[in-house]
Every structure is written in structure tokens, then in C-alpha cells.
């Protein structure tokens, strides 16, 4: 379970982290001939080896690179035929985490885990990392055709309300886990008294439908991580 957990933690750093929206842009203009491909799977080969601590298991970094490679260019050819870009986005989610499964299930059986960092809480660091960046790419990507029917507000402060959400995902993980469920109950008061004056003034349904469906989802999020690190950490 430990090996799965970096592995996972690895896949979540190289996909959501170290990914600039760029790369990404490159990559979906070239394809196989984006050299921001190659990049960000040595960087996913690099994250693997830097994690697990152990030079006996470039064998799993190997097959975790080759493998993103051959999916990534899966993603990158066949997004054309899907009208929602977040169906080719899961379902390159999806065959990212079986590898990931196998390769941890085959390296417990091969040799024994490396425990150079044992001590730390590594579901817990990937708990808190989902959270807050990718959390906020999958929330942007299921609200993204909500979105541009929603008024830009000039006056609101470059991606505050991303940063707002990873702060607030933070707090209602933090509930969950301590078993403090009324402190999610005081955080949703409070964020409806705090946009209680936007709403009124603007006057607008689809910024109030967008607001709350998003609220939801992003504590959705929250909670559904927290459970399953609670049930995880026992």
C-alpha cells in the first residue's frame, strides 16, 4: 500500500504540479513532437525514482514512464472524437492509476519497500496534496462549460477564487479527519455571508447556480478525501 501511495503521489506531482498549462497547449498543438512530452515524462521517470529512494526499482520508473508515454499520445490523438474534454481527460486518469496498481502490486511481490522515508505519513501528504491543485484542474474542468455563461468580474483578484477553494478544501479535509463535522457546517455559513452582498447586487441565477454547484462539488471533493484517508490511516 505504502509503494502505491508514492506511486500515486508521483503521478499526482507530475501531472498537476510540475505541468505548466503551456506544456499542456504545446503538446495538444504537436503531439508526438511536442518536446514538452518528453520532458514531462523524464519528469514523471524522475519523481518515481526520487520518491521510492531505491535504485532497484528503475524497472518501475521505466514501466511507469513508457507506459504514461503510450497513454498520453492515446489522449492527445483521440481527444477529437469526444465533444467533453473531460471524458478523455478520466479516461487517461483511469488507465494512469491501473499501471500504477500493477506496478506497486508487482514491486511488493519482487523485493521488499524502501523505508528511507517510512516515518512519514505519505497518504496523508497525497490527501492534502489532491486537494489543492489537482482538486481545483478537476472542479475547472467539470465547471468549464458553466463558466464561460458566467459574467467575468474584473474587480476579483487574479485566480482568488482557485486559491479560495484549495484554502476551504483544506479546512473541510482537516474536519473530516478530526471528526470536527460542525466546523464544516460554521465554514459554509460563513462563505453564504460572505457572498451573500455579491449575489444581491448581482442579481444573476446562473452566478448563484454556478456558485453553489461549485461550493458543493469542492466540498464534495473534501469530504469524499477525507473519508477515505480516515478509513485508509485505520
Avoid at 497518504?123 to 467539470?142: E, K, R, W, Y
Wanted: aromatic residues 14%; proline residues 2%.
Amino acid at each position: 500500500m505504502i509503494l502505491f501511495v508514492k506511486l500515486l503521489l508521483a503521478h499526482l506531482l507530475g501531472d498537476f504540479l510540475f505541468q505548466p498549462t503551456k506544456w499542456v497547449i504545446h503538446k495538444e498543438a504537436n503531439k508526438i513532437g511536442s518536446k514538452y512530452l518528453y520532458a514531462h515524462i523524464l519528469i514523471h521517470f524522475s519523481l518515481v525514482m526520487i520518491l521510492l529512494s531505491d535504485i532497484s526499482y528503475w524497472k518501475i520508473a521505466l514501466v511507469i514512464g513508457l507506459s504514461h508515454y503510450v497513454i498520453d499520445l492515446g489522449k492527445l490523438y483521440s481527444s477529437k472524437w469526444f465533444s467533453n474534454k473531460s471524458v478523455p481527460f478520466f479516461i487517461d486518469q483511469a488507465f494512469h492509476v491501473v499501471i500504477i496498481f500493477c506496478c506497486a502490486y508487482y514491486g511488493n511481490v519482487i523485493g521488499q519497500i524502501s523505508y528511507l522515508l517510512g516515518l512519514m505519513d505519505w497518504g496523508l501528504i497525497t490527501a492534502i496534496f489532491f486537494v489543492t491543485t489537482p482538486s481545483a484542474i478537476i472542479m475547472n474542468i467539470l465547471l468549464e462549460k458553466m463558466s464561460s455563461q458566467i459574467p467575468l468580474d474584473h474587480k476579483s483578484l487574479p485566480n482568488a477564487g482557485k486559491y479560495i477553494g484549495m484554502i476551504e478544501r483544506l479546512f473541510v479535509f482537516i474536519f473530516v479527519i478530526t471528526g470536527r463535522w460542525e466546523g464544516i457546517g460554521l465554514l459554509i455559513t460563513a462563505k453564504s455571508v460572505f457572498r451573500f452582498n455579491d449575489l444581491k447586487e448581482s442579481n444573476s441565477r446562473k452566478l448563484t447556480e454556478y456558485i453553489l454547484i461549485g461550493t458543493l462539488l469542492s466540498f464534495g471533493l473534501a469530504i469524499i478525501t477525507g473519508l477515505i484517508y480516515t478509513a485508509y490511516s485505520y
